[in-house]
């Protein structure tokens, strides 16, 4: 009866836990489709990538989405390929894109505030009605997906963040 087959299911549970392998920043990445050209980025800049492998990584990653570097790459002028090409340019613009603590939507404050990067030059993070900010310029569109049960953090964002004196 009953009592057989929730002792059935209680055994059961185990195997519809996730497997052991933990989760890093570049695995929930490729879940995402609109991340497609932000893990070819990620894939072609080795020192962002191993980060970005390791689940242990405590960062907030702000994810450009597919569109948001088509625009920034016509605007800058080049192809997606010379920027790929470009691993010291496109590690610095990754780097930007890293924030070194670990920041959900709802941490940023009202007020404008400076946050570093992996890169080294601050970003400036503001929440105006629910809507999050980054430099003015970028707003988060899917905001904490939770990487390895929260050790890490990504932001989709609708536009790429150039670090301060990055020239193409």
């Known amino acids: 009866g009953g009592e057989v087959r929730g002792q059935l299911y209680v055994a059961q549970m185990p195997e519809m836990e996730p497997p052991m392998m933990s989760e890093t920043i570049a695995s929930v990445a490729m879940e995402y489709p609109e991340l497609s050209t932000f893990v070819a980025a990620v894939s072609a800049s ?6 970005a492998s390791d689940p242990s990584t405590a960062v907030t990653v702000l994810a450009p989405s597919n569109e948001a570097f088509a625009n920034a790459i016509a605007a800058l002028g080049v192809e997606l390929g010379d920027l ?6 496109l590690t610095q613009i990754l780097s930007y894109h890293v924030l070194t603590s670990v920041i959900p939507a709802s941490g940023v404050p009202s007020t404008p505030t400076d946050v570093p990067t992996l890169l080294g030059p601050t970003v400036s993070a503001v929440s105006t009605d629910g809507m999050v900010m980054f430099n003015d310029m970028a707003t988060v569109i899917a905001a904490d997906v939770m990487v390895n049960g929260g050790t890490s ?16």
Do not use: C, F, K, Y
């Not at 080795?46 to 980060?51: D, G, H, S, T, V």
């Not at 953090?153 to 193409?168: E, K, M, N, Y």
């Open 46 to 51: 080795p020192a962002i990538l191993e980060a």
């Open 84 to 89: 790929v090409e470009n691993t010291d340019l």
């Open 153 to 168: 953090i990504v932001h989709v964002i609708d536009a790429v963040l150039l670090p301060p004196g990055i020239s193409v």
